[in-house]
């Protein structure tokens, strides 16, 4: 009965492609992450809140929230620029008033926290009618230039209504309960389908490449449960992976924004900073991170740029690479260095880019 509900839920019309679909695509994400059977498990309690304030608190909607508070400030630099060109000797000073209000309404969007006064305040934005007075004295292009961004403001206010505040919150907490039942089941296909195609590759003799990672992953760390009594799974080293400590003074990892949690936990494996041994050196810029498509996670950079420029000595970034090192002359332990100082950071070529991409962007 479970079964069929679920391919009754995800299927469309009467055909049932889109449930493989979904397989798929859980077993791809989940293979990003150390152990994939306990993390698509632990997916089976994000459809389980009980209430309003837990579904708010829950992790996936404090990060929507961000995503919306982020594309809500984007939102008003836009209508702020369009101001700055209507205060402009040729700008089209008519739209002022109008563009002030819009920008009061778009301030508020920016310090939305919860999922209900997201839903009430981005469904209540009113763009007023710019006035169509007729001016010589203001520039054709600049009126058509702030017109032009207005329109992707509401474009950009339309998705995020659209993908983040499809419905009111009550309608949003009983359609997670109603969809548990038929998630949970999904979970379990994936998890039949992982264990079916391990099978399948180890009779025909052949791993993938995250078979790669995750055999590795078995050599170097092994599971464990604390003994407070938590009951959550941890891990240590294994006795190969201590030998690997021994053997390598330094690790040094390039393009570090393309990391994955299985890359970073096989890293950390090695290396010695557990026991206070930073021996680490990790290069990257998240602006190229260009591999999400294949599950890479840019926020793993990310976590290390904001926690070595916090507890180490790295100055505000002020570049295009990061350089994360183990330690600096003065004996830190983590030291965050902005590598701003290289041959594309030459004026001769940044002149000659920003006078291009101004004229194009």
Not at 237 to 255: G, H, S
Not at 313 to 341: M, Q
Request: hydrophobic residues 35%; aromatic residues 10%; contains cysteine.
């Amino acid at each position: 009965e479970g079964f069929l509900h679920c391919v009754e839920y995800f299927s469309t019309g009467n055909q049932d492609k889109a449930i493989e679909g979904h397989i798929l695509k859980l077993y791809q994400f989940a293979e990003s992450n150390p152990w994939p059977g306990e993390w698509l498990e632990e997916r089976k309690q994000d459809y389980g809140a009980a209430s309003l304030e837990e579904l708010e608190a829950a992790g996936f909607m404090e990060f929507g929230m961000e995503q919306v508070r982020l594309a809500a400030e984007d939102c008003l630099r836009k209508i702020r620029e369009c101001i700055a060109i209507c205060e402009q000797p040729d700008g089209p000073y008519m739209y002022g008033e109008v563009l002030e209000r819009e920008a009061e309404q778009l301030e508020k969007l920016t310090q939305v926290s919860h999922y209900r006064d997201g839903h009430a305040l981005f469904g209540g934005v009113v763009f007023g009618r710019l006035p169509s007075k007729k001016d010589d004295s203001v520039a054709a292009v600049k009126r058509e230039l702030v017109q032009e961004i207005r329109k992707e403001i509401k474009e950009t206010l339309k998705k995020i209504c659209a993908r983040y505040f499809p419905a009111p919150p009550e309608t949003v907490l009983a359609y997670m309960n109603g969809s548990k039942g038929a998630v949970c089941r999904l979970i379990d296909l994936t998890v039949a389908f992982k264990e079916a195609l391990d099978r399948r590759k180890r009779e025909e003799n052949i791993i993938d490449f995250s078979d790669m990672e995750h055999l590795a992953l078995s050599i170097l760390v092994h599971r464990t449960r604390p003994e407070d009594g938590s009951g959550q799974k941890a891990y240590e080293p294994t006795r190969t992976a201590l030998d690997y400590r021994d053997f390598f003074q330094e690790i040094l990892i390039d393009e570090y924004q393309d990391s994955n949690p299985v890359q970073e936990m096989l890293l950390e494996s090695i290396s010695g900073e557990s026991a206070g041994r930073f021996n680490r050196f990790m290069v990257g810029d998240v602006k190229q991170s260009i591999y999400k498509f294949r599950l890479a996670r840019p926020e793993i950079f990310m976590e290390k740029y904001e926690d070595y420029g916090r507890n180490g000595t790295g100055r505000p970034a002020g570049g295009t690479e990061e350089g994360f090192a183990p330690e600096d002359a003065a004996g830190e332990e983590k030291e965050r260095i902005d590598l701003h100082k290289n041959f594309r950071s030459r004026k001769e070529v940044l002149d000659s880019v920003n006078f291009l991409f101004a004229r194009i962007m």
